[in-house]
């Protein structure tokens, strides 16, 4: 599987570094809607930090005949170990890290997972939860639970992706989280009882979790 088929259906963003170059490359994942497009509109390097600007232009038209796949593609000179992609807009964008073998898929790739979920971003501030992954699950829905310390369900919600067997990109972003919300669980329901199908569990910032830079 090459790079750009990997990342075909993933709202995401990562680089590649091949031979001498590193590869920056931004995909807005499965389209079926005209007018969304995606651009890179500057790379500011500095020794091995670049950061990565994007532009994206939202689904403007009514349903296109086929799915596509928008994607930016830029390419510099050396070896950036150290990237960071902004959107113009300042919205939020999650990232593939590469692995110390080389790219990490998409379908290894998180800070905690089960088969068909991966969490791979968690950001906190005062007035917003963002926490964003892959998921490849029954009809694309992704259902999410904010818990307390001693595993009460707080706040429920879901979103939405790609639906299976596809890995799609999903964005859970809630505004005023309880205070007292120490996880959030990522889950699927079983299409047959409805019942709770591989819950992914983690730890908020502010309570020993990973931290992701939110968009000001």
Known sequence: MSVHQAIKPVYMATSVIVGEETFFLFSLGTQDKAGADVRITDVRAEGARAVVTVEVKETTGGASETPYFPIAVEVAKG?????????????????????????????LYALAHSPSIRVTAIGRDSSRLVVAGLARVFEGTVAWELRDSG????????TTT????????FEVDAPNP?????????????????????????RLPGTSAPRATLPM
């Open 178 to 202: 309880p205070k007292d919300a120490a996880t959030m669980v990522v889950y699927w329901n079983s299409p047959k009882d409805g019942s709770v199908s591989e819950p992914v569990e983690v």
């Open 162 to 169: 790609a639906g299976a067997p596809d890995w799609g990109y």
């Open 151 to 158: 595993g009460k369900a707080l706040v429920k919600g879901f």
């Open 79 to 107: 070896h950036f170990t150290d990237v960071t992609f902004e959107r113009t807009d300042g919205d939020f964008v999650s990232q593939l890290r590469p692995g110390p073998g080389g790219w990490t898929p998409p379908s």
